[in-house]
């Protein structure tokens, strides 16, 4: 990877100072591998085009430039913010010192020079790393009035990096605010917190802020919410859910989001007969899925992998008694592989028995795909020819074939042809 270093000597051969600076050095002083780099220079955009021709910029009118993947940012001051975004105007700037005190926390603020390891630390950011603290720079309330958002970050980098919220900086989050971000903003950092391997964590500081009850309503009713403890000895909803984060590590967005909202449904269908019920809180929790996550502005194609986790999670008890073919079509399934994690963690965050799992990851793994998936033996034509019309009558009858096949019914051209005619011409025997 483009750790930015030969970006920071080509520039300083121009006469420009350049460093390393925010989460990479922060990464780099923990000894954690960071996950990009970003360089600090007194260069402005039009000479950082110079000296790298094939820059693209990022970020025009904040002076970023992406150099071969690496963020190379002019230093800046921020002017004032009026609507708690982004700043109404930006001034560049020639030394870091400056460009330090914009940024969000004290661990966010230090440069370093990636030869010697010389770091510039205006804000105090090494002590606040040894102490393990997430403070703002400067006066929080002020800081966060600024910009919203940082009160998530705030909760993103405590959860990722197990540091607590200095007082005065958690103090000063307060949640009605949080509103006035845009949400596409929002269910990014969301989804970081969810997907960065500390989640459980992220979702308690959340809770702690007050920032859960005001973004994600549906997950703070979880609380309290009692579960029949023979298949829950962990806890309530919550409990439970907050376990499984426990166990997930880091994870694709959708998985992480599928865990999150699995059990979404069971505060609204919670009922008390022989024992504690959750009856149809898949299909529930699968639209209130939906209904959060349109809310955030997820991509469809996440949202329906979403719902599909929801709606799918309390399959996995019925595998043994299905038919072949409804098997084969469960599992092979495109998102299956994470269901199936998902149900992992399930059974690891409640009862602790592994047996529904591993049947199903036995199936899953003994099946080859050209079992689950077999080349189809007749098509829509050769329906067709049978004089049945054109229309929907066709499909129903070549996934009544498949499915003939998927049960080993069927083996052969000759006997799908032969199949095929008698359904045409006795419908009545389906
Ligand atoms: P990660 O490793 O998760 O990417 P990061 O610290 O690099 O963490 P980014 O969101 O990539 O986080 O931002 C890069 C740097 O830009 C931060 O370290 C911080 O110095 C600054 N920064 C980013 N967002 C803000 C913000 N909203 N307000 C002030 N400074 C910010
Ligand atoms: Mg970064």
Known sequence: MNDGSEIISALRAAGHSAWLVGGCVRDLLLGRVPQDFDVATSARPADIARLFPHAIPVGAHFGVMLVDNVEVATYRSDGTYSDGRRPESIQYESNPEADAQRRDFTINGLFLDPFTGETLDYVNGRADL??????????????????????????????????????????????????????????????????????????????????LAELLPEIKAMQG????????PEGDVWVHTLGMLKLLG????????GVLLHDVG???????????????????????????????????????????????????????KMKPSTLKRFLRAKHFPSLLALHRLDCLGSSRRLGTYEYAQQQFTSLAPDELRPAPLATGRDVLALGVPFGPGVGVLIRALEEAQLNGELSTREEALAWLSQQVSAPAST
């Open 266 to 320: 069971k505060p609204v269908t919670q009922t008390f007969s022989d024992r504690i019920r959750f009856n149809g809180h898949d299909r529930v929790g699968t639209e209130m899925a939906r209904t959060i996550l349109f809310r955030l502005r997820a991509s469809s194609e996440r949202i329906e992998h979403v719902q599909y986790l929801v709606a799918e999670h309390m399959k996995f008890p019925e595998l043994p």
């Open 250 to 257: 880091p994870a694709e967005p959708a998985l992480a989001w």
């Open 130 to 211: 040894a102490a393990r603290l997430v403070r703002a720079i400067g006066e929080p309330a002020a800081r966060f009035a600024e910009d919203h958002l940082r009160m998530i970050r705030a909760v993103r980098f405590a959860a990722r990096l197990d540091f607590e919220i200095d007082p005065a900086t958690l103090a000063a989050i307060n949640p009605l605010a949080i509103r006035k971000i845009a949400i596409e903003r929002v269910f990014a950092e969301l989804t970081r917190i969810l997907t960065d391997g500390n989640a459980h964590r992220g979702l308690e500081l959340l809770d702690q802020t007050g920032l």
């Open 225 to 232: 919410v009692a579960q029949p403890p023979e298949h829950h």
